[in-house]
């Protein structure tokens, strides 16, 4: 799914959140896979200051999904 996304804008950081030691936040966004539908997912990956850190993949949500019948 990761290798499928697509980062569609940059954000500034949120001053509202902790941001210590962070880069970027960025936002992608992937088709996702699940029973047997494609869904829009969205990859929130943490890019930090330190370059011996890896970046991480901080969450993975379904966007607006409707899974009754």
Same mark, same amino acid.
């Given at each position: 799914? +990761? *290798?499928?996304?697509?980062?569609?804008?940059? +954000?500034?950081?949120?001053?509202?959140?902790?941001? *210590?030691?962070?880069?970027?936040?960025?936002?992608?966004?992937?088709?996702?896979?699940?029973?047997?539908?494609?869904?829009?997912?969205?990859?929130?990956?943490?890019?930090?200051?330190?370059?011996?850190?890896?970046?991480?993949?901080?969450?993975?949500?379904?966007?607006?999904?409707?899974?009754? *019948?």
């Amino acid at each position: 799914m +990761f *290798a499928n996304a697509v980062e569609s804008w940059e +954000f500034e950081l949120n001053p509202n959140k902790e941001n *210590a030691g962070l880069k970027a936040r960025r936002y992608l966004y992937a088709p996702m896979r699940y029973e047997g539908k494609i869904v829009a997912a969205k990859i929130t990956v943490k890019e930090y200051t330190d370059a011996d850190l890896r970046n991480k993949l901080y969450s993975i949500e379904a966007i607006d999904v409707d899974l009754g *019948a």
